[in-house]
């Protein structure tokens, strides 16, 4: 029996999950909304948020575990603790470092750490569909977008990645000259719905291999903006939404596609915050039919920062014995 309690506190959201040999009993996330106002996360505020919520988020992570012990004696059915060491912000990994590290030395138990980017693409192993090896994962969230080729749980090689913006930035900073509020990336979504994604077009850049850009997207709609009339965004919202929304998911479905032709890899999968777009899903099942894929996308709370995903890729490190020592510190940049 492997029972893993991990926490997760890279950016701006607090969450704590336990996990029993590989099936995740709970997976508690609290938002953190204080940022909204800001037109981005504030690093200062979501330390904070973060030591305030931390407590609350595993003690409710615990009790739903198992329901009939007290905290106290829930934690002493726990083999291991698991955290995000990087990459993220700093002061908001230093809060989920510090509680973990603690409870493994009051507690006498190893500690686990986990890359956040890693445990973005095991997500996909989470449920009972999952992807058999190797796979190919599209991790597509605020901070990255990578092409990753998992031949194992922890045989994971990134061949792809953005050069300059992540996709998720791609969407906020464009919500953002749309003059909607942050994160802009799922009203982008929800304003799709309604327009035509064919009306207007924006740049698509020309990366060689199976690497990504996205700034030029938001200087390509800058520009465009700039030369319209006043009141042009409010009478045009819908097509302006679907238009970008439809020039990212080219740019990612593109490379998708050749890095599956290169390897000749036929399982896809999605992970990362950017996994949640509605658009992004139906064209990568649509090309999965199209090319012959087994397409895979984990349910919708797996796909936004959670602390889940931290517990499986901690089981499966746990699994080979891999643990930290109390010494280990998190890194805000980490390659993998
Ligand atoms: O993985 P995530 O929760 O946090 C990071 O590690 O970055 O990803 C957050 C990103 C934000 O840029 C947000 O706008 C984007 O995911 N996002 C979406 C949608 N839901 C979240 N982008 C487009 N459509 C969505 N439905
Ligand atoms: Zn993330």
Not at 31 to 37: A, F, I, R
Not at 251 to 275: D, E, F, M, Y
Request: neutral net charge; charged residues 20%; contains cysteine.
């Amino acid at each position: 029996m492997a029972t893993i309690l991990a926490i997760e506190s890279s950016c701006d959201e607090t969450s704590a999950s336990v996990c029993v040999d590989g099936k995740i009993l709970s997976n508690f996330i609290a938002n953190q909304t204080v940022h909204q106002k800001y037109g981005g996360v504030v690093p200062e505020l979501a330390s904070r948020a973060h030591m305030q919520n931390i407590v609350p988020v595993i003690d409710a992570a615990l009790k739903e575990a198992f329901p009939e012990a007290l905290p106290q004696n829930s934690l002493q059915n726990v083999d291991a603790i698991a955290f995000t060491q990087a990459p993220g912000l700093i002061g908001s990994l230093l809060v989920g470092a510090q509680f973990a590290k603690s409870l493994a030395l009051s507690l006498n138990k190893p500690l686990v750490s986990v890359h956040h980017m890693q445990a973005h693409v095991l997500a996909n192993l989470i449920e009972e569909n999952r992807p058999a090896f190797p796979f190919l994962c599209l991790t597509v969230s605020g901070g990255h977008t990578q092409i990753v080729l998992a031949s194992g749980p922890l045989d994971l090689k990134v061949i792809g990645e953005t050069i300059d913006d992540a996709a998720g930035e791609a969407f906020d900073k464009s919500a953002k000259l749309l003059g909607l509020p942050y994160p802009g990336g799922p009203l982008i979504d929800k304003h799709a719905k309604n327009g035509n994604p064919l009306r207007f077009k924006f740049a698509e850049p020309q990366i060689p291999e199976l690497n990504f850009s996205f700034s030029g997207l938001k200087t390509s709609v800058l520009y465009f903006l700039q030369k319209q009339e006043p009141g042009f965004i409010e009478a045009n919202l819908d097509d302006l939404c679907a238009s970008i929304q439809h020039t990212i998911i080219n740019i990612l479905l593109k490379k998708i596609k050749k890095a599956a032709q290169q390897t000749g890899v036929k399982n896809v999968c999605i992970a990362g915050g950017v996994s949640a777009n509605s658009g992004l899903r139906n064209s990568l099942k649509e090309m999965g039919e199209k090319q012959g894929w087994k397409t895979y996308i984990p349910k919708f709370e797996y796909c936004t920062d959670n602390a889940a995903m931290i517990a499986i890729t901690a089981y499966y490190k746990f699994m080979e014995k891999e643990f930290s020592s109390l010494e280990v510190g998190p890194t805000a940049r980490s390659e993998w």
